[in-house]
């Protein structure tokens, strides 16, 4: 049995640090690196994805809606063209300094708001999609497990991975508790590690209703700007080898 692990990382900006890169990139396969609209800059994610390569992590895009100042997490109204456009764009933007380094990217995670959103709006996914399709076909589309974003994925023919949170509630429809109600996080690092084994061995996981969810996860995602969150990739590691679970990336998954 193996599993992805990826946390969202180069979330930095200017004068200002976010998270726990360096520590939490010797944990995880996987990392989503922020392209400049919801977070990071140009320096941010070259260092970042140098840091990856050193650290033999895969690299991912993390687009998200151009919002600095909100961090991706407010709701935005666009267009078709301008989801794709956006979209399209941070990928080339990553990609430089992939090219630069020699590093292949991987896959895209959409960030905040658009990855929240893109999981139940057919349109804003198939917007998402064919800008992966028109980038590079041969990058995984990483998704909510469940979500429009996954099965549009499919659909164009793209390769598409089912993610899962070791810090996250979740409602009964298997979308994600609003980080704005309580209990949207998981703060208790024992009870993450036992949803985390459960999605993994069970495919199952407790809404936060108190009612079972059928969840078929390729990656679990650990927030790496999250309070505990060095702590929650070094318990959710060694409890995923002690029960026999490979972490691998998700080029060897999906």
Known sequence: MHIDLNSDLGE???????????????????????????AGDPVVMGKTVSLCKAAGVHVG????????????RRNMSLSFDEAKAYVLCQLGALDAF?????VKMQHVKP???????????????????????????????????????????????LRAA?????????????????????????????????RVLRMVTEHRVEAVTGEDIAIAPDSICVHGDGEKALLFVQKIRAAL??????????????
Do not use: W
């Not at 895009?61 to 991706?72: K, Q, S």
């Open 61 to 72: 895009a993390h687009p998200g809606f151009p919002d600095l100042m909100g961090f991706g």
């Open 162 to 194: 089912s993610e899962v949170f070791a810090d996250r509630a979740y409602e009964p429809d298997g979308t994600l508790v609003a980080r704005s109600k309580p209990g949207a996080m998981i703060t208790d690092e024992d009870e993450a590690i036992r």
């Open 111 to 157: 960030h905040g708001a658009l990855y929240n959103m893109a999981a139940k709006d057919e349109t804003l996914s198939r917007a998402i999609c064919e800008a992966v399709r028109d980038f590079d076909r041969e990058l995984i589309v990483l998704g909510l497990a469940g979500s429009a974003l996954v099965s549009t994925a499919r659909e164009l023919g």
């Open 98 to 102: 992939c090219r630069a380094q020699g």
């Open 12 to 38: 930095s900006f200017g004068r200002y640090t976010i998270g726990n890169d360096v520590q939490v990139l010797g944990r995880v396969s996987s990392a989503n690196i922020a392209c400049g609209f919801h």
């Open 241 to 254: 080898a002690a029960d026999g679970i490979e972490v691998k990336a998700l080029d060897a998954i999906v």
